[in-house]
């Protein structure tokens, strides 16, 4: 059939929509355009560097429509293959990019397998194309996405893997660079996060001579620190919404208060956001390393013998000492030479303090980590240096023994214990901070003044050695799910009866500790008694020297004898009221024991439990149930701001002060008169204009208006009349 008149060959786009339409009817102007295409690509071979606009949309066109005839087409994928393997270097830059969309779109098609695509888009690397390498990129892991969107090939993965993983040792440093790219991002996509794909960054990509991949390869190691972000927030999430959207509707209206309204709107969109957002879990990638030891000890020595720059040696040393506190590993050398770097005036040594503390564990041995903090204490914790640098180098020491308590001795502890009545408050801050950790942990290495008043906690607390690992056989403070749970209410009338009548008939206040119940009433005098019972023992103790000495010196005398009696009987009471609460210890652990073995908890039973263990951290002592639990809880990574956490107001100087000042005028109408004008460049009246003038020239008019008679206004118009009459 000829078609008089056809413009169809002209117009490609055309004809490409009813080709799909209708494949048959047109199969006469596919194969002219087929052959036409034959044609232009022997042009082109003459002469590849030149772009040739007709080979371009020629080749798109006949992409487009090869699924339409798929005997025809057979052979045209191998040909644009051809033309970019032969031409690669010397294609013009637009030529091979439509050249590789043309073949992506014939990938989607299945007309080439994802493997050889792959292959011939790492060769095409060579080329000085950045635009070309990150569209190659965002197509290498999009395809493989896709391909594991609905179920996971698992010998086609791992084909992928080993080319990819051979891709890493090639020569060609931007091949190398861009397939590590392209394994991070799957891995962050949760495609490919099995242990292969991180034992391989591990084992090749970190000791990479490549700079760019030892460097990108160790950044993967130490994750996004998405977490850091979140708790750096403004202080407009601090905000309540609803509380100050209820206060607003008593309050005076005030232009303050309205800004303040909108900012807690946008605040309370912020929160609903959050809210309805799934929780992202960011699983670290040092968790499913096969070696961590070998790894660790081989990127020490590499870090040691290289000429890196001091950014990516801090990167080596990160990684370390995340690896060694996350697996608990021994790595004795790590410690002296990082205790070499532990200097004020050190490039980065908040960081480098943070590594210290992030390398500790409870398994490291004392006389290797002492070096460490001794260097701390020499440098930094001084009275030479300034404050801050004091109140670093002991939240430092902080935030290492809270990962090993038996890294400090006890007189260096008594030493640093000493700066707690300091005058500057971010000193004395952290050294108070120090006494609470040791507090929870191991008070006995505290002097006795510094303990504090014993607990229920601190009473079942033991002295820990190197090596000791405290394993429970139950679960701590079950022993409560014993007691009855609920109380009716003639029990509680009935109680309240007694505290009305043994406050009647005492004289000292009493104590009420409910066990099932979190919150605990402790009133003054028990503080006294307890504190009280402190004192006389450390005074029994005192005495008790003092008399020995007295005895060797003087020898008996009877005075002395009966003072030696009375200390002895105090000495006794105490004693035997240590013993009643370490039987009564002991009876709970018992209890709590056979409860384990015979109950299944439920979710109720275990907040009682936290709630019981709660409180035995604050029975006998005024303290809030939210401190107790931020110091209980420690994550696996040391955050920098713990150890750059000053007290202190800082003064602002005059740069500051004045920025402060601006921003605080932002969004803020310009002070002085309002005028009420639309438009400012628009004249006033008389009367505002009058504002402005010096007072002697409007003070006749202050006096206001003087109302005339009427004689006065008739005299007026009269003259007004003449006046008129004059004009005409």
């Known amino acids: 059939m000829v078609r008089h008149n056809n413009q169809l060959p002209n117009n490609l786009t055309q004809l490409q929509n009813l080709i799909k339409r209708d494949p048959e009817s047109y199969k006469e102007e596919f194969n002219q355009q087929l052959a036409h295409f034959e044609t232009t690509l022997e042009i082109f071979n003459l002469n590849p560097t030149q772009y040739n606009k007709k080979l371009d949309e020629q080749s798109m066109f006949l992409a487009q429509v090869a699924q339409c005839y798929l005997e025809d087409m057979k052979f045209f994928p191998q040909k644009i293959i051809d033309i970019l393997k032969s031409h690669n270097t010397t294609l013009h830059n637009d030529m091979r990019l439509a050249l590789c969309k043309c073949l992506i779109l014939l990938r989607n098609k299945n007309f080439i397998t994802p493997f050889d695509l792959l292959e011939l888009f790492f060769n095409l690397l060579k080329c000085q194309d950045k635009h070309l390498r990150e569209f190659l990129k965002t197509h290498i892991i999009t395809d493989i996405k896709n391909m594991n969107m609905k179920h996971k090939d698992m010998k086609f993965n791992s084909t992928l893997q080993n080319f990819m993983f051979s891709m890493l040792r090639n020569s060609d440093t931007k091949a190398a660079k861009l397939s590590l790219d392209i394994l991070i991002e799957l891995y962050h996509k949760n495609i490919w996060n099995d242990q292969k794909t991180v034992n391989i960054i591990a084992d090749i990509g970190c000791f990479s001579k490549v700079t760019k991949v030892m460097v990108a390869s160790l950044k993967f190691f130490l994750g996004r620190d998405e977490a850091e972000k979140e708790e750096n927030s403004d202080s407009e999430d601090e905000v309540d919404p609803r509380d100050t959207m209820i206060a607003n509707k008593f309050n005076k209206k005030t232009r303050k208060r309205d800004k303040m309204v909108e900012k807690v709107k946008k605040v309370a969109k912020k929160l609903k956001k959050k809210k309805e957002k799934a929780p992202v879990f960011n699983f670290s990638a040092l968790h499913l390393l096969n070696n961590p030891q070998g790894f660790a000890e081989k990127l020490f020595k590499l870090m040691e013998s290289s000429n890196e720059r001091f950014e990516v040696k801090l990167m080596c040393l990160d990684v370390i000492s995340r690896l060694i506190g996350l697996h608990n590993l021994f790595l004795f050398n790590y410690y002296p030479f990082i205790a070499r770097l532990l200097l004020p005036h050190q490039r980065e040594v908040t960081r480098i303090l943070q590594f210290v503390a992030q390398a500790s564990h409870e398994l490291v041995p004392a006389e290797i980590i002492e070096p460490v903090m001794r260097a701390i204490a020499n440098n930094f914790i001084t009275e030479r240096n300034s404050t801050d640098v004091m109140a670093v180098g002991l939240n430092a020491v ?331």
């Open 398 to 728: 902080r935030e290492i023994c809270a990962r090993c308590p038996l890294a400090i001795t006890e007189d260096l502890l008594r030493d640093l214990v000493q700066y707690k009545n300091y005058k500057e408050k971010s000193v004395m801050m952290a050294a108070r901070s120090l006494i609470q950790l040791y507090r929870q942990s191991m008070p006995t290495l505290l002097h006795k003044k510094d303990r504090g008043r014993p607990t229920e906690a601190s009473l079942e607390l033991k002295t820990k050695k190197y090596g000791d690992m405290d394993i429970k056989d139950y679960v701590p403070g079950s022993e409560v799910l014993l007691e009855k749970k609920d109380i009716t209410e003639d029990e509680k009338k009935k109680k309240k009866g007694n505290k009305k009548k043994g406050n009647e008939s005492d004289s000292d206040d009493w104590v009420d500790v409910n066990s099932d119940e979190s919150e605990i009433d402790i009133s003054d005098s028990d503080e006294n008694s307890d504190d009280g019972e402190e004192e006389e023992e450390e005074e029994v103790v005192e005495e008790e020297e003092d008399n020995d000495e007295d005895a060797g010196n003087k020898g008996n005398q009877p005075e002395s004898n009966e003072a030696n009696i009375d200390n002895v009987n105090t000495r006794k009471t105490l004693k035997a009221k240590r013993k009643l609460n370490k039987e009564d210890i002991a009876e709970k652990v018992e209890t709590a024991r056979n409860i384990a073995m015979e109950t299944i908890f439920t979710d109720e039973d275990f907040k009682r439990i936290d709630a019981a263990q709660v409180k035995k951290h604050v029975s006998g002592v005024k303290r809030n149930k939210s401190v107790v639990e931020d110091e209980e809880e420690s994550g696996e990574l040391v955050q920098l701001s713990a150890i750059e956490n000053i007290h202190k107001k800082r003064k602002h100087d005059k740069n500051a002060r004045l920025e402060s000042v601006l921003k605080g005028r932002e969004e803020r109408d310009k002070f002085g008169y309002k005028d009420r004008r639309k438009n400012i460049h628009c004249s006033k009246t008389n009367r505002e204009k009058r504002k402005t003038k010096n007072y002697q020239m409007v003070k006749h008019k202050a006096k206001g208006k003087i109302k005339r008679s009427f004689k006065d206004k008739q005299i007026a118009f009269r003259n007004y009349l003449i006046k008129q009459k004059k004009m005409k």
